[in-house]
């Protein structure tokens, strides 16, 4: 009997060990972030770069853009929803001048379901928290989601995203957004292949590359 209790208090702690990491999910990233602050918290009026893992596979992103205070805190993986629910600890906290946000391109990825109007509404909430919570001076900048190889078949939907959310953009004041879609496509209008590693979906030094000329006019220096 008391085998059995032990047993079945190992399966259920088990399943709550479980429960709790999908409950908390880039728990370890977003402590890591938290490390790395209390080692060496980095100084307000930064730029901020914000989102999934085009952002976070730019570990090198301070020397593309030498001069500038940048932050990476973009999280692989990462939705919108995720970067809300994490806003205070990657976004918030570090009050800074300039907030580039790449994200969405999951949220459309990773459920059939989620259309442009859902990712306009899920960035609409972000850029509302960003506003309640930081100097209405903050520029905010959203970078348009990217093609790539493995995700061309959600290509009309990327596109759609990135119109709606630019639109939206457009009404408000200290705010832009930044088309990388277009540069990453060649003349005939296909995705570009010799710009990502062998994923076929993150970028390698020639996607960045593409990126780096055209955020580089759009950071702030004061």
């Not at 009026?45 to 085009?54: E, K």
């Not at 596979?57 to 020397?63: E, F, P």
């Not at 459309?108 to 919570?133: C, E, H, M, P």
């Not at 093609?147 to 009404?171: C, G, Q, T």
Request: charged share 25%; aromatic share 12%; proline share 4%.
């Amino acid at each position: 009997m008391k085998h059995r209790l032990a047993k079945n208090f190992m399966v259920v702690a088990f399943l709550f060990s479980i429960g709790s990491a999908f409950s908390q999910p880039f728990k370890a990233e977003i402590n890591a972030f938290m490390k790395s602050d209390s080692i060496n918290m980095p100084a307000k009026g930064s730029i901020l770069f914000v989102g999934s893992s085009s952002f976070t596979n730019w570990k090198d992103v301070k020397a593309y853009f030498p001069g500038f205070p940048i932050i990476n805190r973009g999280f692989g993986g990462s939705s919108l929803p995720d970067v809300i629910y994490y806003a205070e600890q990657t976004i918030l906290k570090y009050k800074p001048k300039q907030i580039y946000i790449y994200c969405g391109e999951n949220d459309l990825a990773g459920n059939k379901t989620v259309t442009a109007d859902t990712v306009l509404k899920r960035f609409k909430q972000l850029f509302s928290i960003i506003r309640k919570n930081l100097s209405k001076k903050t520029e905010v900048v959203f970078v348009s989601i990217k093609p790539s190889v493995s995700r061309w078949k959600l290509e009309d939907k990327f596109v759609e995203a990135n119109e709606k959310i630019k639109k939206y953009i457009e009404s408000k004041s200290h705010a832009s957004f930044v088309n990388v879609h277009t540069d990453m496509l060649k003349a005939d209008g296909e995705v570009m292949t010799d710009i990502f590693i062998k994923d076929n979906l993150h970028m390698n030094s020639k996607g960045y590359a593409i990126w780096q000329g055209i955020i580089a006019p759009t950071l702030k220096r004061d």
